[in-house]
């Protein structure tokens, strides 16, 4: 199972805070089971290893296996939960360098994201890109009207059809959304694309394991099988509201103890690079469930060793307002060792012939030390594998986290209001019908900033 | 030229405000080019664009030519300010999805990164990759002994030895390190491999304008000489003191002003992705020049839209310690314009044969009105184009108000002694010779928390 330990943060949370906190936790975990806390109706991905129609789940293969035959590229077309999942663990599960070998070597196509943005040289370069390629899409919206996927749909849509005429593009677009309703469902049912669910009753940050984010992951080639099976067993084991025994809630109750002590930001820290969008998504899973109501924790990111070599300072003597939280997996997939030099130039034969895992290791482990000693209490998680099965554990074990934590900080951690107000002052200053009366009010704001 | 405005944060910074500390900034923009304040033994950067050799750089364009045509891959091995710069260039300069075209619709050779971290998995995915591939190494270390870079180069050397024969391999291998000094300078002069200088008066972070970034940027294609340009005109330009007058000071003055009410961390946010990389460039930078002594605002990136949907939510509504500065682009390079569509079923009818640009714009000022209104200060900078020059430009106006900022912080912002920590412990825990005390300190601390 996944590890967690607070040994190198023993100076700042002692043991009768997480003890004052067991009521509170035992509360949390009362309203995430019994339904009844706030946020309620978007506790579906709790049951979601089981819940998963096997006829969808078989769908999802035959589709991964169809793209997969058919495409050079898989564009995925999405924003926020709808594309973090899918990229964490298509970066985290593949090979480093896979688009950079010949097509003869690779066993899947290139997966690139649209729709997360609004950049035109962005799109613009797809579209050089993908001329004289073999071409599908999974567009992913619940609601088929979200500015940016819906933008970027409409122009490779028409990009498809006049390449490949209708009736193929039919065959190459693949789409995720409302079971029944929405813009997006009404068109795949009028064009007869291939569909798959997002399900009521799970948000955008903790849909990785639906629809959502399966179907690209599969087509990768990445076994999702597995990875619902890490969920699954995590879901299960992670059932002790006692947090003396439950890794997961013991994780949520150190970062809410070091919160109220006055910390402000936690920083996951990697030591592999491929697993540099598991923190983008970890941020959006916690900044989005916490960060509301003036509360939370700011999450932030690190990749080391390099970034030892950049945020590594601060970390180690700027502001003490910071804690970690360090993941590492306990075996590499390969062994890479250090070889001999007569030379020795470098003075690296002191390492000839050692694992550099092992030595990556050390330099977590020397790390850790050191931050400790410079006043950052750390936290640490341990996963044994870099493979789809504790993909999918880590998943189970951030999302049941970031659940209780949102609970013990008293927010709601399944919405995003705060997202709308950027969509609102976006939508009245392109002038969408309906904001008129905003559109003048924030023109004339702009007006008296810029005189 | 590069454009400042505070207009967004005129709520929490007052112009007196600004006036108090015109003083500070005189004696730190006499400290810094008086060459007596703190660090001043690395300020060659500010010279850095008249002080270039011009043979040298004559010899950069050459190697770079000849490392174009006898390359499939780059591999550029360097940590921190050894590669950040070039990988913040590349990504900003070269079209998105460049890897993904065929040799023969690539002007340049993949460019990719080694010796930056200690994953064993990420260096075994690169000797899987470049199997059969014409291959060129450039390595950056001003000593030749950083644990991390100088493991990949020994695997790599003895790869490509191994794949070559020494006599191929020393002309594919390119060393940028110190000009005399060091165990790289010496194999280089051993083994004949062409040398360009990493200067002693420039720190790693503000490397990137001396042949530390030039070779790997102008490999990509990238017009490093109007890089030059763009960062000369800079220099000349911000010479005022007087922060009404210089937009660089007024960023250094503002962002300090936040600081010292309260505010503890810079969101530096872009919309355009491929300047995800400036960002982390700018973290560094920031990072590792003002975060010690107990000081120094958390540097933070997001790339939006698409952090709208992550990171968003809780810069709207969460904890009231961050400020935000907006990077934007004026013109785009390509456009792109939203097709209407006969049915309108995603709504966006109203964006018909409208620019994406514009669009993104749009967004951007939105988004800026909605966090203020959420109690988020936000400074604007805006950068004409995205182009070398540009790029040159902004790399001076970042480098400049970091130093005028960290003197007006009183700390030295050309050092990084926090960097030193972790690698004493890896060394002492890695058994390093001459590390025998503190392995055994270290060791017994580790056996003492595991316990």
């Not at 970890?282 to 509301?292: P, Y």
Request: net charge negative; charged share 25%.
């Amino acid at each position: 199972m996944i590890g967690f330990s607070q040994d190198s943060a023993s100076g700042w949370i002692r043991s009768y805070e997480i003890d004052q906190l067991k009521p509170q936790i035992e509360s949390a975990h009362e309203l995430l089971h019994s339904g009844k806390g706030p946020g309620s109706a978007f506790t579906g991905w709790m049951k979601l290893p089981d819940s998963l129609d096997i006829h969808e789940l078989e769908r999802i293969h035959r589709a991964a296996d169809r793209i997969r035959a058919q495409s050079d590229i898989l564009i995925v077309i999405g924003i926020g939960g709808s594309y973090l999942g899918a990229r964490a663990a298509i970066d985290m599960l593949t090979p480093t360098f896979s688009d950079l070998l010949p097509r003869e070597k690779r066993s899947a196509p290139h997966i690139v994201f649209a729709g997360n943005h609004l950049s035109a040289d962005y799109l613009y370069d797809l579209l050089e890109t993908i001329k004289g390629q073999r071409i599908s899409v999974n567009v992913i919206s619940k609601s088929g009207t979200t500015t940016e996927p819906a933008i970027a749909f409409r122009i490779l849509k028409q990009w498809m059809e006049e390449q490949y005429g209708r009736e193929e593009a039919q065959r190459r677009i693949y789409v995720t959304t409302d079971k029944s309703r929405g813009a997006l469902r009404k068109l795949a049912v009028q064009e007869q694309y291939e569909t798959f669910v997002v399900p009521d009753d799970v948000g955008g940050r903790y849909s990785v394991l639906t629809p959502v984010g399966l179907l690209p992951i599969a087509v990768a080639g990445i076994d999702i099988d597995a990875m619902l099976d890490g969920a699954r067993d995590g879901m299960h084991h992670w059932q002790n509201p006692d947090p003396d025994d439950n890794p997961c809630y013991r994780y949520a109750a150190c970062r809410n103890v070091l919160l109220r002590k006055g910390y402000q930001i936690e920083v996951m820290v990697q030591y592999e690079p491929s697993m540099q969008y598991l923190t983008e998504w970890w941020k959006q899973l916690f900044g989005e469930s916490e960060g509301k109501d003036g509360r939370g924790l700011f999450p932030a990111g690190v990749a080391n060793t390099t970034d030892l070599h950049s945020m590594g300072q601060y970390i180690q003597d700027g502001q003490r307002i910071l804690f970690e939280t360090v993941l590492s997996v306990e075996e590499s997939k390969h062994t890479i060792v250090v070889p001999a030099d007569d030379d020795n130039g470098d003075g690296l034969n002191y390492l000839a012939e050692r694992s550099l895992h092992e030595i990556n290791e050390k330099a977590a482990r020397g790390t850790i030390l050191a931050h400790v000693a410079g006043g950052v209490p750390n936290l640490r998680l341990t996963v044994p594998e870099r493979t789809p099965y504790w993909f999918g554990q880590l998943v189970c074990f951030f999302e049941l986290a970031c659940a209780i934590s949102g609970y013990l900080l008293a927010v709601n951690p399944f919405d995003q209001p705060g997202v709308e107000a950027y969509k609102d002052n976006m939508y009245a200053l392109l002038g969408k019908p309906g904001y008129e009366q905003k559109k003048a009010e924030l023109e004339a704001l702009l007006a008296e900033r810029d005189s």
